[in-house]
């Protein structure tokens, strides 16, 4: 179900994108600290995700410096407490609309809910704050990045890449004809969402897909408009996984505060599951109807 292309690596593209995704965190972190709101917390989670792509596909000699391996660290953290943060939103939500919980028994969820979530976010104020404070050195100097920084950076990405490859190949048999592989659809949202912020580094997205010819070297170097197409096609991939997860995390938690045979539970629960089947179908008649459900960066 996979077809492989390669993409051309340009050691200044790389350096362009990985320098614009430090400098973006801490221009998110700013909007972030000042108003928390839901679509705030969406683009620091986004920027964080793009901060992880670059230190973890950077070749040692970047990963190893203090300033750089403490800034990923600490954003990783932040991360996570916002994807808490985030997780309480979609339980609410979820439980409202597609459960159809009652007024009365939603309150009964809620509360706990709300609090939890602001005592996540006050512990996340504290990590961003404390990220705010670290200063990164300009690490992606292009006047600094010969042959050497560009092989090691071609291998290291390769191999980030291959592994994320590999995973998504073995997890998409088990799911495709199993949705009960709670686990493994988890796992392969995860790795399709770091493959595509893996690829985004190596492409230049804002430039015309029709400004370069065809390449017909021994290589297959992928074309400008296909670069565009792969990351297109990856966010469809990511979108419905996102999707399914959500529901999980609702169903999750219900199953975990379900009250012994509460009749208003147990229909939540039955409302989500349908909708959740429903959007398992589509992303599995989705991968039915293309062969390229993945693409490796090879670089």
Same mark, same amino acid.
């Given at each position: 179900?996979?077809?492989?292309?390669?993409?051309?690596?340009? /050691?200044? +593209?790389?350096?362009?994108?990985? +320098?614009?995704?430090?400098?973006?965190?801490?221009?998110?972190?700013?909007?972030?600290?000042?108003? %928390?709101?839901?679509?705030?917390?969406?683009?620091?989670?986004?920027?964080?995700?793009?901060?992880?792509?670059?230190?973890?596909?950077? %070749?040692?000699? $970047?990963?190893?410096?203090?300033?750089?391996?403490?800034?990923?660290? $600490?954003?990783?953290? =932040?991360?996570? $407490?916002?994807?808490?943060?985030?997780?309480?939103?979609?339980?609410?939500?979820?439980?409202?609309?597609?459960?159809?919980? %009652?007024?009365?028994?939603?309150?009964?969820?809620? !509360? %706990?809910?709300?609090?939890?979530?602001?005592?996540? =976010?006050?512990?996340?104020? +504290?990590?961003?704050?404390?990220?705010?404070?670290?200063?990164?050195?300009?690490?992606?100097?292009?006047?600094? +990045?010969?042959?050497?920084?560009?092989?090691?950076?071609?291998?290291?990405?390769?191999?980030?890449?291959?592994?994320?490859?590999?995973?998504?190949?073995?997890?998409?048999?088990?799911?495709?004809?199993?949705?009960?592989?709670?686990?493994?659809?988890?796992?392969?949202?995860?790795?399709?969402?770091? #493959?595509?912020?893996?690829?985004?580094?190596?492409?230049?997205?804002?430039?015309? @897909?029709?400004?370069?010819?065809?390449?017909?070297?021994?290589?297959?170097?992928?074309?400008?408009?296909?670069?565009?197409?792969? #990351?297109?096609?990856?966010?469809?991939?990511?979108?419905?996984?996102?999707?399914?997860?959500?529901?999980?995390?609702?169903?999750?938690?219900?199953?975990?505060?379900?009250?012994? !045979?509460?009749?208003?539970?147990?229909?939540?629960?039955? !409302?989500?599951?349908?909708?959740?089947? /429903?959007?398992? @179908?589509?992303? /599995?008649?989705?991968?039915?109807?293309?062969?390229? =459900?993945?693409? !490796?960066?090879?670089?």
């Amino acid at each position: 179900m996979l077809e492989y292309y390669y993409i051309h690596f340009d /050691v200044n +593209t790389y350096v362009d994108n990985c +320098t614009q995704n430090i400098k973006r965190v801490y221009t998110k972190l700013d909007k972030y600290l000042e108003n %928390p709101t839901e679509e705030n917390i969406h683009h620091m989670r986004t920027s964080l995700r793009r901060l992880q792509a670059t230190y973890q596909s950077s %070749p040692k000699q $970047i990963r190893k410096k203090k300033k750089s391996k403490e800034f990923a660290s $600490i954003g990783k953290r =932040l991360f996570k $407490i916002n994807s808490n943060i985030r997780d309480i939103d979609i339980i609410l939500e979820k439980l409202a609309k597609e459960g159809k919980m %009652p007024e009365q028994q939603l309150e009964h969820y809620e !509360n %706990p809910l709300v609090q939890n979530r602001e005592n996540q =976010l006050e512990q996340a104020r +504290t990590i961003a704050l404390g990220l705010r404070e670290i200063v990164v050195p300009n690490l992606y100097d292009k006047n600094k +990045t010969d042959k050497n920084f560009e092989g090691n950076s071609i291998k290291r990405l390769a191999k980030v890449s291959r592994k994320l490859k590999n995973g998504i190949e073995t997890r998409i048999p088990i799911v495709m004809g199993d949705d009960s592989k709670i686990t493994e659809l988890h796992e392969l949202r995860k790795d399709s969402k770091k #493959l595509r912020y893996l690829i985004e580094l190596v492409i230049n997205k804002d430039e015309d @897909n029709t400004s370069k010819g065809n390449t017909n070297d021994d290589t297959n170097v992928l074309i400008d408009n296909n670069n565009h197409k792969i #990351l297109e096609h990856l966010e469809i991939i990511q979108g419905m996984l996102g999707d399914i997860h959500d529901y999980d995390i609702a169903l999750d938690y219900l199953r975990q505060h379900q009250a012994s !045979n509460n009749p208003l539970i147990t229909n939540t629960i039955t !409302n989500i599951m349908k909708v959740r089947k /429903v959007k398992f @179908n589509d992303f /599995v008649n989705y991968g039915k109807s293309t062969r390229t =459900l993945v693409v !490796n960066g090879g670089l």
